[in-house]
């Protein structure tokens, strides 16, 4: 509605300045008319070209009139010119008439107050890399062909299979950092800090895809699992059998029958040979040509690996004001990074746009409902082909005419896809043509698609509730192959969902006034960030922190990986929060209490001198932080020379002058992390300790420095810092988890103890300081997650609604999450997790009313026996006992589960769309 | 009174260049939070890279 997608079009320039540009663009031409082509795909049916097909890496082909994928958005084909022959036959058979042969490229102008660029990477190609024989030998493959290869809609329909031969492979080795880390055959210095979680995600979807054993290696430097939830991810890979190789790989060589010979170094230094059936390279990204062009034109500064150039404190500004940048354009990252980064530039232009809020978007005018109460049922039944989907086991045409006789069925029909655009418009004509007051629509699921349809019949003016779905996809046709059963099984699903359509009663959602208010739990960056954003916004924040002081662990904290100083950052920070006449610090202030939902929450709190009040707020952002763990070994707490990453940051920010007169100091890594006890990594040490490494060596270049690891995760652009590490003469020792380092003192000075892999022997290295990369603990959250109904991981981490994106939300709407407490992250992360959760808390307050589902439970007072069953049972909090002592639902919180409803004993809650005798009769029908 | 003039005429509508998961999710942000949002895309549909990868770690969704 307030989107307008505008494809096939590229960006010229940008004139102006924040809060009022002009941007020119060009709309190439599709050739097909996007306002008629219905996607129905006749015209590619009846193209006779071949052309290759780079959508899925060319492993497939596809004609010249096409779209990239079934679902695509918007689902209108595009005819490619440079494969098109010209026949003419696409244009004798659209029935649309939307072929436009001599379509042209078009000039337009928008007018916008703000600018995001969100054009992403491209994957690295790896043809120059002549010695791994890519575009020779058709099975070794990229990791993008490989995703196409297992994707169920790909070339091979998600059968496990080599291009060579389209045999099943039995070996499948994946070489890692193919375009990444490496100066000599690509210019990408640095790491793409993606490529190991899919190399491991692929090879364990390969083995489970396989019919028989697959036996599968990956060859690696370094293996990078430093995200929340992937060294779980990493040691399970290792438990099903992958095998995990550290080696870079020199060759892969023909070996006779599409096999692929690999040479490399082991870790001993012995020459190895090992040949696979099938080889994947793990490329990397880099930005496009095309992408530093566009930077050049619209003069938004790149950095030196070409990413748009952004300061920590800022992660989402370009040089340019009014111009936000998002995703992997910024820097090589992850979907959850990406999404995040997202939401953070869309908070940023918040602040920037927030006078014009409202000003140029469009209101939905929908019609005056009908009122359909007490009227006859007079139900629609759509049944759906879903391409092949559905009608390449069932007789969509005999389903539907089955469907024609059952009880109260006025009209019925069947599409092609029943929940594509022009079958929307048609569905609306038609339940007003024909009075219908039911829907039944039998296709797919409602979980992605009920919203789609109740939006068709907002449109034809009948209330939305009146609708039900039968999945005959998902239920039917997906998981049989007796097309006559499921034809069967079919007519018994629409049966079903017919006799409840017309029981179906209109339902109401309850709109409530949303609380402007946000409390904000936890002073540290992230929290501050997240309150100043809102408060910049024009909406009021109580900011509460737990200690006397607001910064957090960023007071301990020395240099950004980008080398901005994070004390004068926070110290300005802390100041603009305190005296922002939108914010209120509550210092010294602890959560005992906290009652309600989105909109309208009340907490209860004591501040330093035991005094309570309470707040009211409509919305929280839980930003609690984390901490650095206190070692118990390598001799901590017993010698002072034996600190932690925090104890040299406060030497370094006190400008110690001891520091000058170290000969000699040791980093030990992965100190309580990766261990069995806190299976996690804790990402930002291995940074953090090159960072400080070098600190050292500029101090003085003669000290020796020694770096002890087990896999060094400089990921993206910090890799920078590890190579500048290894140049300025740092020397890293990996060990083993089972062959840990040892401190002991030796007359005056400290010695540690390892074995060196590489000359296989034992080492002794004389330190005067040993700095231990210590674990980040999470706090103890136990009770913030009562309160708010929120679920924390195993590690004790607070666990987001969704990984991938939903990744600053909780289940408990209303409620976010940023900062440490969600995962261990660098201050430029956090900031852009808190601006992610201000912005996803924009969302709700700048509507300043919250809908609530008309699906909810309900009680009747003269049924119910007070037992109290339903108000114990609720994990939502819902129920509750009224003035009269009756159960009564909040329809607020209730999330229409039917819990309540079930366990009641006296039958006395009914839960609206789902009534007993709804339900009676779909029993019954079957 | 120019400063004070171009505050006033900030424009309340949004270009979001790139379509893939991040554009999409800055689009929709901002939509939801009160401004016009012109999506812009290169390709003839909106998704991106994420389109075209099979499944996601650590949850092994579908990428589509």
């Known amino acids: 509605m307030n989107i307008n997608i505008v494809t096939n079009t590229e960006l010229e320039t940008v004139e102006g300045e924040a809060g009022n540009f002009t941007a020119r663009l060009v709309n190439y031409p599709r050739y097909i008319d996007a306002d008629k082509c219905t996607g129905c795909g006749q015209c590619a049916e009846a193209c006779p070209v071949v052309a290759v097909n780079e959508f899925n890496c060319g492993l497939d082909c596809r004609t010249a009139s096409c779209i990239k994928y079934a679902q695509a958005v918007p689902l209108v084909y595009t005819i490619d010119r440079a494969s098109c022959i010209g026949c003419g036959i696409c244009e004798t058979v659209c029935l ?10 078009k000039r ?44 169920a809609s790909g070339p091979y329909r998600g059968r496990l299979m080599r291009p060579y031969d389209r045999e099943e492979p039995a070996k499948i080795a994946w070489l890692q950092c193919v375009g990444s880390r490496d100066l000599n055959q690509s210019d990408n210095p640095y790491c793409s800090s993606v490529c190991c979680m899919y190399a491991i995600k692929e090879a364990v979807i390969a083995k489970e895809h396989a019919r028989e054993s697959l036996d599968a290696a990956v060859f690696y430097m370094d293996i990078r699992s430093y995200g929340k939830d992937f060294e779980r991810y990493y040691e399970r890979a290792k438990e099903h059998g992958i095998r995990f190789i550290r080696s870079r790989v020199h060759s892969a060589l023909p070996s006779g029958d599409g096999d692929v010979e690999l040479q490399y170094v082991d870790e001993k230094g012995r020459l190895q040979s090992e040949i696979f059936n099938m080889v994947v390279l793990s490329v990397g990204f880099q930005v496009s040509r095309e992408t530093m062009e566009l930077a050049g034109r619209l003069g938004v500064d790149l950095d030196a690996h070409h990413f748009v150039k952004t300061k920590s404190f800022t992660p989402v500004a370009t040089s340019r004001p009014g111009i936000y940048v998002c995703g992997s354009i910024q820097g090589p990252k992850d979907i959850p990074q990406s999404v995040m980064e997202a939401s953070a530039a ?93 829907v039944v629509v039998a296709a797919c699921t409602p979980r992605t698609h009920e919203p789609l349809f109740q939006e068709t019949l907002l449109n034809a003016g009948i209330n939305k509730y009146l609708f039900e779905m039968a999945n005959i996809r998902n239920q039917d046709s ?51 960030t997240a309150a100043k954003a809102l408060a910049d916004q024009g909406y009021a924040v109580d900011l509460v922190e737990k200690t006397t002081q607001l910064g957090g662990q960023a007071k301990s904290l020395y240099k950004t990986w980008k080398g901005e100083s994070i004390q004068d950052y926070t110290h300005r920070l802390v100041r603009e929060v305190e005296q922002h006449p939108l914010i209120d610090v509550h210092k010294s202030t602890e959560l005992l209490k906290v009652d309600g939902f989105v909109g309208n929450f009340t907490s209860e709190f004591s501040n330093g001198t035991g005094e309570r009040f309470s707040l009211q707020h409509g919305i929280t952002i839980v930003a609690t932080g984390a901490h650095e763990l206190k070692p118990n070994e390598y001799l901590y707490g017993k010698d002072p020379r034996v600190i932690t990453s925090l104890e040299i940051d406060k030497l370094f920010i006190q400008n110690d002058p001891k520091l000058q007169q170290i000969a000699s100091a040791v980093f030990v890594q992965c100190v309580g992390s990766r261990e069995p006890h806190r299976p996690y990594c804790s990402r930002v ?4 300790s090159v960072e400080s490494a070098l600190d050292l060596k500029r101090r003085n270049p003669a000290m020796d420095v020694f770096v002890l690891y087990r896999d060094i995760r400089t990921y993206g652009e910090r890799e920078d810092l590890y190579t500048e590490a290894r140049r300025q003469g ?197 | 009174m120019m400063t004070q003039l171009a505050n006033t005429q900030k424009i309340g509508s949004v270009m979001v260049v790139g379509a893939g998961i991040a554009g999409m999710q800055a689009a929709l942000d901002l939509a939801d939070s009160g401004y016009y949002v012109h999506l812009v895309d290169r390709s003839p549909c909106i998704g991106g890279l994420m389109a075209q990868l099979d499944k996601t770690f650590p949850t092994n969704d579908c990428a589509m």
Not at chain 1, 484 to 506: F, G, I, Q, Y
Not at chain 1, 685 to 688: D, K, N
Not at chain 1, 787 to 800: A, L, R
Not at chain 1, 913 to 920: E, R
Request: with cysteine; hydrophobic share 40%; net charge negative.
């Open chain 1, 108 to 151: 337009m102008e928008l007018n916008v107050g703000a600018v995001i660029l969100s054009t992403g990477d491209e994957v690295f190609d790896p043809t120059r890399f002549d010695t791994y024989h890519y575009a020779t030998l058709p099975n070794v493959v990229t990791s993008l062909e490989f995703e196409r290869i297992l994707s």
């Open chain 1, 478 to 528: 997906w998981v049989h192959n007796d097309p006559h059963a499921a034809t069967e099984k079919a007519k018994d699903l629409v049966r079903m969902a017919v006799s409840k359509a017309a029981l179906l009663e209109p339902l109401r959602d309850t709109e409530l006034d949303l609380n402007p208010k946000t409390l904000v739990l936890g002073g540290g960056v992230a929290g501050m």
């Open chain 1, 96 to 105: 649309a008439k939307a072929i436009r042969y001599d379509d042209q490229p």
């Open chain 1, 730 to 926: 740092v020397i890293f020792i990996r060990y083993d988890l089972d062959a840990k380092p040892s401190v002991s003192v030796n007359g005056e000075r400290l010695q540690v103890l390892t074995r060196d892999p590489i000359l296989d022997r034992p080492v002794a290295i004389t330190a005067d300081l040993i700095v231990l990369a210590s674990a980040i603990e999470p706090s103890d959250n136990e009770n913030l997650a009562r309160f708010f109904k929120v679920p924390i991981n195993e590690d004790g981490f607070f666990m987001e609604a969704h990984a991938k994106l939903k990744p600053v939300e909780f289940a408990t709407e209303g409620v976010f999450l940023c900062g440490l407490a969600h995962y261990p992250k660098s201050v430029d992360e956090s900031i852009s997790q808190a601006l992610a959760a201000a912005s996803r808390a924009t969302c709700l307050l700048a509507k300043a009313r919250v809908s609530v589902s008309g699906m909810v439970a309900e009680t009747n007072p003269a049924l119910c026996s007070e037992c109290g069953t339903c108000v114990s049972i609720c994990p939502y909090s819902a129920p509750y006992f009224n003035e009269r002592g009756k159960a009564q639902i909040n329809a607020a919180l209730c999330k229409g589960c039917g819990l309540c409803t079930a366990s009641c004993r006296s039958g006395a809650i009914r839960l609206q769309g789902f009534d007993d005798a709804q339900i009676f009769a779909m029993i019954e029908s079957v």
């Open chain 1, 685 to 688: 040490c291995c940074t953090h």
């Open chain 1, 346 to 438: 869309a908070a940023a232009t918040g602040v920037l746009l927030t006078d014009s809020r409202w000003t140029q978007t469009r209101q939905k005018q929908l019609p005056d409902e009908t009122n359909v109460r007490g009227d006859r049922p007079r139900i629609g039944v759509f049944v759906c082909h879903c391409g092949i989907n559905i009608s390449g086991m069932v007789n969509v045409p005999e389903v539907r005419d089955y469907a024609r006789a059952l009880p109260f069925v006025v009209y019925v029909e069947d599409n092609l896809y029943t929940c594509s655009q022009d079958t929307q418009v048609k569905m609306a004509q038609v339940i007003q043509e024909q009075g219908i007051n039911r």
